[in-house]
Structure formats: C-alpha cells, structure tokens
C-alpha cells in the first residue's frame, strides 16, 4: 500500500478576516523575516492575487514575486498590500 502525500495549502483555511489576523499575529510573534513574508504571499492568494494586484496597483505577476523565498520587497510594498487585506501594524509597549 503506497501513503501518497497531499500538499498543504495554508491559503484554503485563511478564509475569514479572524484567521487572518491569528495566523499574521503568530507568524509576527516568532519573529521571521523571510516567514513573515511568504505569509502574505499566502494571504495574498487566498483574497485572491489579481484582487490584491487592482487595490495596491501592483502587477500580478509582480505580487507572486515580491512574496517568494528569498524576495527582497521594499517596506512600502508590503504596507500596500497589509491595506489592502485591511491590516494595520501597531506598536504596542
């Protein structure tokens, strides 16, 4: 009997603002840069990418490259694209 793996796509559970916003918050608390990233890469995709593209006025294409492993993105691109989610960062003491 061969067990055949299926892949995981996290972007198939973050169907409400609610899960968005745990899984943002627990990837932001363990503090990795390049996770952090590929994170909204996924959120991205679960909105849907040419939605996220019309709101920031980025390209589509552009989008998928921004958020994959090893992407460099400017600081400015990111905060367009947590907008368009609706996410705000906020410094708390």
Known sequence: ??????PFDIAKYLDSDEAIAEYLSQVL???DNE??????GHI???KGMTQIAKETGLGRESLYKTFRAGAKPKFETVIKVLNAFGIRLQAVA
């Open 1 to 6: 009997m061969s067990n055949e793996l299926i």
């Open 44 to 46: 991205a995709k679960a």
């Open 35 to 40: 996770e952090f990233l590929r994170a909204i």
């Open 29 to 31: 608390e363990d503090g």
